[in-house]
């Protein structure tokens, strides 16, 4: 760091405002790639089992946080427009996911009580997850690749091993399985 500078921004700035550079543009660039020529990704599950799958990760994160929570005596913080937590459903899985990730930034989580003591990959693993109770409440999106659906369910697998959760993560691992041996017999079937 060159003497008299600072990591600190002013408000409103960011890195992308101070010097900079661009790359050189491709030959092509002037044509905008239209999505009919990006490859089709196999879909094998319908809407419901879609639902279905990404409703039963939801909840059992949701479970998975609130035994979490409660086991090591993590506050979580009282909010005049909420209920206190009494069951996991009490809360979103969005709102178990911030409530984790805020622990762990504010060093409230010790890193002994996850698995390989990794607080930084923790706020890494709940982010990929975060799109679990979107895709499981908002029914009017678009269909998932079969391959974003197994990510999906990975990622809640990764939570769950990340908070040491062997209940979790055996179902949830059973549940990847499933899903895959759908897919699987789904694709056979297209094939034959």
């Known amino acids: 760091m060159l003497p008299g500078s600072s990591h600190r921004r002013s408000s409103g700035r960011d890195e992308f ?11 092509n660039s002037h044509l905008e790639t239209p999505e009919s020529e990006l490859i089709q990704l196999p879909v094998s599950l319908y809407a419901e089992e879609q639902d279905s ?4 990760v939801n909840d059992r994160l949701s479970q998975c946080a609130y035994d979490f929570v409660a086991k090591y005596q ?5 909010e005049p427009d909420k209920r206190p937590v009494r069951v996991p459903a009490d809360r ?6 911030y409530l984790l990730k ?5 060093r409230r989580i010790p890193a002994r009580v996850l698995y390989n003591g990794q607080i930084k990959q923790l706020v890494t693993v709940l982010e990929n997850s975060l799109e679990m109770r ?15 659906v197994l990510q999906l369910i990975s990622a809640g697998l990764q939570v769950s091993k990340m908070l040491k959760d062997p209940d979790a993560m055996r179902y949830l691992d059973e549940l990847y399985v499933a899903a895959e041996r759908l897919i699987e017999s789904r694709r056979g079937n297209q094939s034959a």
């Not at 799958?53 to 039963?56: D, S």
């Not at 979103?92 to 996911?97: F, G, L, S």
């Not at 499981?136 to 678009?142: F, I, L, Y």
Request: proline share 11%.
């Open 92 to 97: 979103e899985w969005t709102e178990w996911c």
């Open 134 to 148: 979107h895709a499981a409440k908002h029914q009017s999106r678009p269909l998932k690749d079969d391959r974003n």
């Open 74 to 78: 993590f506050p979580i913080p009282l």
């Open 53 to 56: 799958i990404l409703t039963r």
């Open 17 to 27: 405002d101070g010097p900079h550079q661009l790359l050189a543009k491709p030959t």
């Open 102 to 106: 805020r622990l762990a930034t504010k």
